[in-house]
C-alpha cells in the first residue's frame, strides 16, 4: 500500500528517533548502512521531511538529520501524507482507475474496511509510542 519511499521514511524517522541524543543529529550515511538504504534515495526522502517541517538538516562534522517536533506530537499519518500523499487512502485496491462505492472493484469493500483501519491506526500512533514499544521490548527493529 506504501510506497517504497514511504516505508523508508517512517523507518529513517524512527531510527532518528531512537539514536538520537538531546537532538544530536544523525548522519544520513549512519541511516544509510544501518538500514541498508541507498544513500542518495534516502537523501531524497529525508529533504521531502525537512520540508514538511518534520525533520532539520544540520550542516557541518557533526550534521545529519534531527526532529524537529516532538515525538509525542508526531503522528505516523503526517510522514505517510508527506511522502505518499493521503489519496493512497482513495485509490482501488486492485489499481483499477474507477473504483467508488458506486462502481465497486471485486475487493473493494472489504479493502475500504482495511484501508480505514490503517489510516486510523496512522492518525493515533505517535512516533513517541513506536519508539516506547521498542524501548519497552514490546517491538523490535533489525537496525538496533
Not at 5 to 33: F, M, P, R
Amino acid at each position: 500500500m506504501f510506497s517504497r519511499s514511504c516505508e523508508y521514511a517512517l523507518q529513517s524517522i524512527l531510527y532518528i528517533t531512537l539514536h538520537s541524543k538531546n537532538g544530536k543529529a544523525v548522519g544520513l550515511k549512519q541511516i544509510s548502512d544501518s538500514q541498508k538504504i541507498p544513500l542518495h534515495f534516502l537523501s531524497k526522502i529525508l529533504q521531502q521531511l525537512v520540508k514538511g517541517k518534520v525533520l532539520n538538516s544540520i550542516k557541518g562534522p557533526n550534521g545529519g538529520f534531527a526532529l524537529n517536533v516532538s515525538p509525542n506530537r508526531l503522528r505516523l499519518i503526517k510522514v505517510v501524507e508527506l511522502i505518499d500523499g493521503l489519496d493512497i487512502f482513495d485509490r482501488c485496491g486492485i489499481g483499477l482507475k474507477k473504483c467508488s462505492d458506486k462502481t465497486p472493484c471485486p475487493i473493494h469493500f472489504d479493502f475500504k474496511v482495511v484501508k480505514e483501519k490503517i489510516r486510523q491506526v496512522l492518525t493515533e500512533k505517535t512516533l513517541s509510542e513506536l519508539c516506547d514499544d521498542v524501548d519497552k521490548g514490546l517491538s523490535i527493529v533489525s537496525f538496533r
